[in-house]
C-alpha cells in the first residue's frame, strides 16, 4: 500500500512530448524528490499520477492497482501546491473538513476528524481564523492537514515551499520529512533545488527533456566524484 509505478508513461501536447516513456517505481513510504530544469517534465508527471491530467500511452499503478484512468478522487492520492490553494473564505476548520464533505461525510464526523488532524499539525488554537491571518508557515501547516484529512497513500507535492522564505523553508522541509516518516506514507515532490531534494529524499529522480536521466540515493546522484 502507497507503493507507486510509472510504466512507460508518456505526455504528448500537440507538437511536443512533455514526458517520454518514464518507467520508475517508488517503494511504499519513500520520499521521492523530482528534479530538473523548468520545463522538463516534472510538474506534468505529477498531474498525470493525480490524474489532473490525462495520459497520452503508459499506465499509472497506485498501491498495485492502475489507476490510469480513474478520477483524481479515486486514486488515493492528495496534492499539496506552492501556493498552498486554501479557500480564503473558509476559516481553517473548514478548509481542512473540506475533503470530507466532498466525501460524503457528516458534519459530526467531519468536524471530529478535522479537530484531530488540526491537533496533529499543531494548529487547533488557529482552527476558527481563516487563512489570511495565518503566516506562510501556519498556511502550509494548514495545507498539510487538509491534504492528510482523506487518509491518501500517496502525497504529491508541486514546490511546496517555494513561495516561503528561506528561514521558514528550511523549518517546514523538517516538519514535512518528520510527518511523512511519522505517518509512513509515500512523497514524491516537485523542486527544483538539489538542496532541498538532499535534505528530504530516499530516491532523487532527476528528469531532462521528458525523460529520467538518473535515478537513486541523493548522496549516489549529487556527489559523485
Ligand atoms: P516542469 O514542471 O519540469 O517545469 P512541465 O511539466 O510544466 O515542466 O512542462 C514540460 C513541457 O511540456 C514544457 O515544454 C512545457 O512547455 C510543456 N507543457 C506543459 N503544459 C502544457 C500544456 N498544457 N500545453 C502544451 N504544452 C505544455
Ligand atoms: P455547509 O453545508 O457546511 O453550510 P456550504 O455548502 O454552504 O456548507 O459551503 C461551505 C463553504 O464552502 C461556502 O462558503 C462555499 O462557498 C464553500 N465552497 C464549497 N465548495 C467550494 C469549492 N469547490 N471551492 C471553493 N469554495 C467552496
Do not use: W
Not at 501536447?13 to 517503494?27: G, P, R
Not at 500511452?57 to 478522487?73: E, M
Not at 487518509?151 to 528550511?170: K, T
Amino acid at each position: 500500500k502507497g507503493n507507486v509505478s510509472l510504466v512507460g508513461l508518456t505526455k504528448k501536447y500537440d507538437s511536443s512530448l512533455a514526458v517520454s516513456d518514464i518507467n520508475l517505481t517508488i517503494e511504499a513510504g519513500q520520499y521521492c524528490c523530482l528534479l530538473g530544469p523548468s520545463g522538463c517534465g516534472k510538474s506534468t508527471t505529477l498531474r498525470m499520477i493525480a490524474g489532473h491530467e490525462s495520459v497520452s500511452s503508459g499506465q499509472i499503478l497506485l498501491s498495485g492497482k492502475d489507476v490510469t484512468h480513474l478520477s483524481p478522487r479515486q486514486r488515493g492520492t492528495a496534492m499539496m501546491f506552492q501556493n498552498y490553494a486554501l479557500f480564503p473564505h473558509m476559516t481553517c476548520l473548514e478548509n481542512v473538513a473540506y475533503g470530507l464533505k466532498v466525501a460524503g461525510k457528516n458534519r459530526e464526523d467531519r468536524t471530529k476528524a478535522a479537530l484531530d488532524m488540526l491537533a496533529s499539525v499543531d494548529m487547533q488554537d488557529h482552527q476558527h481564523k481563516v487563512p489570511a491571518h495565518l503566516s506562510g508557515g501556519q498556511q502550509q501547516r494548514i495545507a498539510l492537514a487538509r491534504a492528510l484529512i482523506c487518509q491518501p497513500d500517496v502525497i504529491l507535492l508541486d514546490e511546496p515551499l517555494s513561495a516561503l522564505d528561506p528561514f521558514l523553508r528550511i523549518q517546514m522541509r523538517k516538519e514535512l520529512k518528520q510527518i511523512q516518516r511519522q505517518l509512513g506514507l509515500t512523497f514524491i515532490h516537485v523542486t527544483h533545488s538539489q538542496e532541498e531534494a538532499f535534505a528530504l529524499a530516499d530516491i532523487a529522480v532527476v528528469m531532462k527533456d521528458g525523460v529520467i536521466e538518473q535515478s537513486g540515493t541523493p548522496k549516489s546522484i549529487f556527489e559523485r566524484p
